[in-house]
């Protein structure tokens, strides 16, 4: 009974190549989450979504594009990757935005780009 | 923007002994909560405790409890009767109640503490 999962979990790729990665939570949640945890294991939100509706966005670039098609399912699409993408990402979801709702993650991506 | 400090990298424990790790923040709200999360080697974030800043009380989960102090933006963790199983990074995280500071419900991580349990 996974909460979030997260498709793949491992990916390496060649720079200034597209790529995807899938999430879905079967939680009924309506808030989702994208993060990113670089090489010292920072961990920054990228992205959130609530209900379908972006309401974070973190200064990311360009190259990345968020795709809610629905409550459950929040994609992450990462156009031309550089070196520096190579990092975790991490979906999450939540029950709502307000602060004292738990977020529970998912078990992540290792993004390698070669 | 609210920051959140880890001051320590790293830390070791001796099985079954008590560890305390450090965590102070930034803000000049009122209402938010903080929160440790582990991530053991599997790389999965989990959890561990949270705490409301409106409650005085300190929250307590069995062998996983905080030191809140409000004024000093201060928020410790206290692993008594340490496992094996606790080796991991410890993260501490802080989020607004709502919208407000303009942190757009943000939820904010400290760099980290990796603490091991030795045998």
């Known amino acids: 009974d996974t909460a979030v999962s997260q498709t793949p979990k491992y990916l390496v790729t060649q720079m200034g190549n597209d790529k995807s990665i899938k999430c879905e939570q079967n939680?009924?949640?309506?808030?989702m989450y994208w993060y990113k945890q670089d090489s010292k294991k920072f961990l920054k939100i990228m992205f959130s979504y609530n209900n379908k509706e972006l309401i974070i966005n973190e200064t990311v670039p360009n190259r990345f594009s968020p795709k809610s098609p629905d409550k459950a399912h929040l994609n992450l699409h990462i156009n031309s990757l550089e070196l520096g993408d190579s990092a975790v990402y991490f979906c999450?979801?939540?029950?709502?935005?307000?602060?004292?709702?738990?977020?529970?993650f998912g078990p992540g991506t290792r993004l390698t780009v070669l | 923007a609210q920051t959140v400090t880890q001051s320590q990298p790293e830390m070791s424990v001796q099985e079954a002994e008590t560890v305390t790790l450090s965590c102070t923040y930034d803000t000049s709200e009122n209402n938010y909560y903080l929160f440790w999360y582990k991530q053991p080697p599997s790389r999965q974030m989990i959890l561990v405790i949270r705490?409301?800043?409106?409650?005085?009380q300190n929250a307590t989960e069995n062998r996983f409890s905080v030191n809140f102090q409000k004024a000093a933006k201060s928020f410790s963790l206290k692993i008594s009767d340490s496992q094996l199983g606790d080796t991991a990074m410890y993260f501490c995280?802080?989020?607004?109640?709502?919208?407000?500071?303009?942190?757009?419900?943000?939820?904010?991580f400290g760099k980290g503490t990796l603490l091991t349990v030795n045998p």
């Open positions: 705490q409301e800043a409106y409650k005085q």
């Open positions: 995280a802080f989020i607004h109640e709502g919208n407000s500071g303009g942190s757009n419900y943000k939820l904010t």
């Open positions: 999450a979801s939540s029950l709502g935005l307000a602060g004292y709702n738990e977020q529970f």
């Open positions: 939680l009924g949640h309506d808030t």
